[in-house]
Structures are given as C-alpha cells and as structure tokens.
C-alpha cells in the first residue's frame, strides 16, 4: 500500500519545513536540552534548501535528484528518532523528535516508485 507519489512528497515538503523551523518555538522547545530547539530549526532550514533545489514539480533549480532527497529524508528520520536518546531529551523536547522522526520515517516508506512510460 504505497500510496506516497512524487507529487505528493513535493506538496508536503514546504508546510513541514516550515513547522521544523516554527513549531519549536509555539511548543517551547529546549527545556531539556538547548539542541533539542535548534536542532529543528536547523533541519527546517535545510528541509527548505532540499525542497528548493530537489527535481520535482515544486523545486527550483531542480540539481538535487528526487531519490537523493528521499534519502536525506530517510537520514532526518534517523537523527530525529536517535536525537532524545544521544542528547538526553527530556519530555515534550523528546516526544517532538521522535514524533516527527516516526512520520518521516513513515511517509519514506509509504513512498511509491515512479514508473517510466516510453
């Protein structure tokens, strides 16, 4: 049931790098741990880099091939599911990351390969 297109990915990639980079701050982020604000700041604003210079129909300059972005996407996952464990998160600092990192994670493996009509 991979239901995840291209298109899809591409529509979901602005708003989510958006909310790395402001929900740490509505949430009040940072009790545990100062990374535990900055490193979803940081992250946003990569995710927002990615998504601009990533080849699909939303992207920009379109240099960063779309498999390549999934795999950072996956590699976010992994830091973020990690991240309240390597850097003692406490609390909502730690839920937030491993929240996050369980629907990229999610929406990674939902994804589904193109297929290329000749």
Do not use: C
């Not at 297109?5 to 989510?16: E, F, G, R, S």
């Not at 909310?19 to 982020?29: Q, R, S, V």
């Not at 795999?71 to 998160?89: E, H, K, R």
């Amino acid at each position: 049931m991979k239901f995840v297109t291209k298109q899809i990915h591409a529509y979901l990639d602005y708003p989510v790098a958006i909310a790395l980079l402001t929900l740490p701050f509505l949430l009040g982020l940072g009790n545990s741990h100062p990374l535990a604000l900055w490193l979803s700041v940081l992250v946003g604003i990569a995710a927002f880099i990615l998504t601009l210079l990533t080849d699909h129909h939303l992207g920009v300059l379109r240099v960063i091939p779309y498999k390549a972005h999934l795999m950072v996407d996956f590699a976010v996952a992994i830091v973020f599911i990690a991240a309240p464990f390597a850097l003692s998160f406490q609390g909502i600092d730690a839920f937030y990351y491993w929240i996050n990192g369980g629907a990229v994670l999610t929406v990674v493996s939902l994804h589904r390969a193109e297929t290329v009509s000749l």
